[in-house]
Nanobody, 115 residues
Framework: QVQLVESGGGLVQAGGSLTLSCAAS????????MGWYRQAPGKQREWLAF???????NSADSVKGRFTISRDNGKNTVYLQMNTLNADDTAVYYC?????????WGQGTQVTVSS
């Protein structure tokens, strides 16, 4: 059974940093892409960044330069390093994996930025 488990969320002060982790139940090479999304209260889910099985990355303009996606193949884990956080970054953050025609989601991890 496919499982994606996020961790690393929490409460942080504005200007601070957090690193989120997404641990996959199998090899992350089996996913065409893995990515991060977030959803703030009352807002639609927003794409943040992805990394392909070949290692290519891309990120949304709204977080470019502040958020960095990376992965550790040996740990089957994808990370989202988040710097210079502000109150607008408060949301539930979700890990996503695409394998063939299927899309998988983690349960989400809450990030709260206090101003």
């Amino acid at each position: 059974q496919v499982q994606l488990v996020e961790s690393g969320g929490g409460l942080v002060q504005a200007g601070g940093s957090l690193t989120l982790s997404c641990a996959a139940s199998g090899s992350i090479f089996s996913y065409n892409t893995m990515g991060w999304y977030r959803q703030a209260p009352g807002k639609q889910r927003e794409w943040l960044a992805f990394i392909t099985s070949g290692g290519s990355t891309n990120s949304a303009d709204s977080v470019k330069g502040r958020f960095t996606i990376s992965r550790d193949n040996g740990k089957n884990t994808v990370y989202l390093q988040m710097n210079t956080l502000n109150a607008d970054d408060t949301a539930v953050y979700y890990c996503n994996g695409i394998r063939g025609n299927s899309m998988y989601w983690g349960q989400g991890t809450q990030v709260t930025v206090s101003s």
